[in-house]
């Protein structure tokens, strides 16, 4: 790594940080080491206030731990191809349970990224992304909403096609050569809007769990912002914990 990269472009210095940072670790996994604050500065010769965005973002999405005093730590080194089969696509998660998949798009549109798109996706205000919103049916019930954001110049043309019917993550990989690897996401409860009640058939007072994150090629390089809407009552989720050392 060399101070030049991170000073190539106009992005802002600590995501241009975080990218060279996160394309090390998931290329390398546990191989790779993190740098104490003291010794990025010195290597990129940035302040400790692009640093400390740098790693707060990396742990944030699950890459690091931080710890006070000490070395930010990895906590997993597993192949890439394991996160590979995780970060997989509703119909093949369906086809996996027996379940017929279907989808209804609800919106399908070109926009221009605010600051929380810029922010996670670690591009400029404005630049314009692929907005894509439907909701997601199992056996015919609906299972979820989802919304997905993919810089549109990723995916040029994507317009043409016709997600009611195909599958995003296969036209995603198969004609734009994206293969995602892995996935950060947040998970939390909250309520729904009678919107999004009346769209999966609940009640007001059913919660919905919401997943939101970023998913990313093998390289680092972030490729799609997502937002999951889960029913509270259809929905189960397995979470592995590990304990700090």
Not at 72 to 86: D, H, K, M, V
């Amino acid at each position: 790594m060399s101070d030049s990269q991170v000073r190539k472009g106009t992005r802002p210095l600590y995501v241009q940080l975080l990218d060279v940072l996160s394309k090390k670790i998931l290329e390398n996994g546990m191989n790779a080491s993190v740098p104490s604050e003291t010794e990025l500065m010195e290597e990129f010769k940035v302040s400790r206030h692009t640093v400390r965005h740098a790693l707060s973002e990396l742990e944030r999405q699950g890459l690091i731990i931080k710890r006070q005093g000490r070395k930010s730590t990895i906590p997993f080194n597993p192949p890439l191809r394991e996160y590979a089969q995780e970060v997989i696509s509703f119909t093949e998660e369906m086809n996996q349970k027996g379940m017929k998949a279907s989808s209804s798009v609800l919106d399908f549109k070109i926009i221009q990224a605010d600051s929380k798109l810029a922010t996670y996706m670690g591009v400029q205000l404005g630049e314009e992304f692929v907005l894509l919103d439907r909701v997601r049916y199992g056996n015919d019930e609906p299972i979820n909403l989802v919304l997905s954001c993919i810089p549109y110049r990723l995916c040029p043309g994507i317009l043409r096609h016709d997600f009611n019917l195909e599958s995003l993550y296969e036209v995603l990989e198969k004609e734009y050569r994206l293969d995602l690897a892995l996935a950060t996401r947040t998970l939390e409860a909250i309520m729904p809007t009678p919107r999004e009640a009346n769209l999966l058939g609940i009640s007001y007072f059913t919660p919905l769990l919401l997943m939101e994150g970023v998913s990313f090629l093998a390289n680092g390089k972030p490729v799609e912002f997502f937002q999951l809407k889960f029913r509270g009552d259809k929905s189960k989720f397995m979470v592995k914990v590990f304990r700090k050392k």
